[in-house]
């Protein structure tokens, strides 16, 4: 069955930073899909970023990025010169003929970013 | 074009109603999905409609149910309200149900009950 794991409840950021989100999955589909997204607190879902297992190249979209690591099953979302406004919720997602292409989500990670 | 649209936004019950919630999915797409969030679940499928039919559906009881007209938009429904209900229900669009189909969220509709 495939599983996500974010590891870091909470984080906290000091603007204009760096940071990275760390993902990890587990899947024995070859052909599947990963996903970011964002919730701030009004609540509304915004998807950010899109990787597919069969891309040689990491997803970039503006300030984000995705590390993929195929090899080691990981998906680390990475916000270059962090922002007040990137405080929110960030939860990754997958995708796959094993979950009946349904999406598999995350706990996600409570990120806070310092002025 | 226009995003995804839910309604209500908000919505306060008492236990034992019935509430029907409604999504409009954004122009073109086909599947839309429903989700329950919660402080203490977190974030869990409920069903995904595609052409009216359901593909998925997640674990949760009969009394949570839902349907997808010609138009693809989609209602879901839930009985005999109970307190554990209230959440934030969220609704999501796609073109499609493959690997590479994003999901696009929309506003939600938080439910109280009481």
């Known amino acids: 069955a495939q599983k996500i794991t974010q590891t870091q409840p909470g984080m906290f950021v000091q603007e204009k930073e760096a940071v990275t989100l760390d993902c990890t999955y587990d899947t024995s589909d070859p052909s599947y899909g990963l996903f970011w997204y964002k919730q701030p607190s009004s609540g509304e879902m915004i998807f950010l970023i899109y990787?597919?297992?069969?891309d040689q190249q990491n997803a970039t979209e503006g300030r984000y990025s995705l590390n993929f690591q195929k090899a080691r099953k990981s998906a680390n979302l990475v916000i270059s010169a962090s922002q007040l406004g990137d405080s929110a919720m960030y939860f990754c997602?997958?995708?796959?003929?094993?979950?009946?292409?349904?999406?598999?989500w995350g706990a996600g990670t409570k990120l806070i970013i310092k002025p | 074009k226009a995003g995804v649209t839910q309604t209500p936004r908000y919505l306060i019950k008492t236990r034992g109603q019935q509430v029907t919630l409604s999504c409009s999915p954004i122009s073109g797409h086909r599947s839309v999905s429903w989700y329950q969030q919660t402080p203490g679940q977190g974030l869990q499928f409920l069903f995904e409609y595609f052409s009216e039919t359901q593909r998925n559906k997640g674990n949760f009881p009969g009394r949570f149910s839902g349907r997808q007209f010609s138009n693809s938009r989609s209602e879901m429904n839930v009985s005999t309200l109970e307190l554990g209900d209230s959440a934030l229900y969220l609704c999501a669009s796609s073109h499609g149900t493959n690997t590479y189909n994003e999901q696009f969220f929309g506003p939600g509709t938080r439910l109280t009950v009481l």
């Open positions: 997602a997958m995708r796959g003929p094993d979950s009946n292409y349904q999406l598999i």
């Open positions: 990787q597919g297992s069969y």
